[in-house]
C-alpha cells in the first residue's frame, strides 16, 4: 500500500531564509508524487510534480524537490521565503491499482513566515 | 480555461435540510474527485468517478451522502439530512487521466458548509 508521510506539521522561518518541509512516502512501485499548497480560504494548487523523468523538479514560485529513492524522499525547498509563501503544504503520493486513479495526501504543514 | 467550478462558495444551512454542492469539472478529464476538508481531519476522499461512473465510494461517510454525475460536465454531492458534523470545506478536483504523465488533479475553490 502507498502511504505518505509529513514530518512536520508546523514550519516556522523568517522571510529570506531557507525553506525545508520534508516528505517521505512507502510505495512498492515507482510512483507519482506531487506537492500541492493551500492558501487560506482557496483551493489547491499543484505546486509541482515528480514522474521519473528526473529527480529533481522545478515548481512554480521558485520550489523545488528532490526525489530519493534510497530515503524514500521528497522533501520541499526554496531558496529564500517570501511573505506570500504562508500556506499549508501537501506531499501527495499516486494510488494505484485497476482503474483507480486517487491520490494519497499527507496531513499537511503549515508554513509559517515572519517578516 | 476556467478550471474546475464550484457552486455555492458558501452554504449555511439549519440541521435537517438537504444540502446539495455542484462541480463543472474541466472539459476533458475524464476522473472527478469529491473530498472533504475539515480541521480535525484534514482532506479525506469522498468518492470519484471515471467517465461518469462512480469507482470508489468508500469514502462516503454514511447514506446520507449521495453522489452523482449525469453527464461529463457536471457532478452533484447531496446531503440529506444534513448535521452539524457535516460542517466542513468540499472539494471538487478533476483528471485527465491515469497515465503518470497526467495524473495530476485540479482543484475547485470548495464550498464551504456551515450546518446550525
Known amino acids: 500500500a502507498q502511504s505518505v508521510t509529513q514530518l512536520d506539521s508546523h514550519v516556522s522561518v523568517s522571510e529570506g531564509t531557507p525553506v525545508l518541509l520534508r516528505c517521505n512516502y512507502s510505495s512498492s512501485y515507482s510512483p507519482s508524487l506531487f506537492w500541492y499548497v493551500q492558501h487560506p480560504n482557496k483551493g489547491l494548487q499543484l505546486l509541482l510534480k515528480y514522474t521519473s523523468a528526473a529527480t529533481l523538479v522545478k515548481g512554480i514560485n521558485g520550489f523545488e524537490a528532490e526525489f530519493k529513492k534510497s530515503e524514500t524522499s521528497f522533501h520541499l525547498t526554496k531558496p529564500s521565503a517570501h511573505m506570500s509563501d504562508a500556506a499549508e503544504y501537501f506531499c501527495v503520493v499516486s494510488a494505484r491499482g485497476g482503474s483507480q486513479g486517487n491520490l494519497i495526501f499527507g496531513k499537511g504543514t503549515k508554513l509559517s513566515v515572519k517578516p | 480555461d476556467a478550471g474546475v467550478i464550484q457552486s455555492p462558495r458558501h452554504e449555511v444551512t439549519e440541521m435537517g435540510q438537504e444540502v446539495t454542492l455542484r462541480c463543472k469539472p474541466i472539459s476533458g478529464h475524464d476522473y472527478l474527485f469529491w473530498y472533504r476538508q475539515t480541521m480535525m481531519r484534514g482532506l479525506e476522499l469522498l468518492i470519484y468517478f471515471n467517465n461518469n461512473v462512480p469507482i470508489d465510494d468508500s469514502g462516503m461517510p454514511e447514506d446520507r451522502f449521495s453522489a452523482k454525475m449525469p453527464n461529463a460536465s457536471f457532478s452533484t454531492l447531496k446531503i440529506q439530512p444534513s448535521e452539524p458534523r457535516d460542517s466542513a470545506v468540499y472539494f471538487c478536483?478533476?483528471?485527465?487521466?491515469?497515465?503518470?504523465?497526467?495524473?495530476?488533479?485540479?482543484f475547485g475553490p470548495g464550498t464551504r458548509l456551515t450546518v446550525l
Open positions: 478536483a478533476s483528471s485527465p487521466g491515469l497515465h503518470s504523465a497526467y495524473n495530476e488533479q485540479f
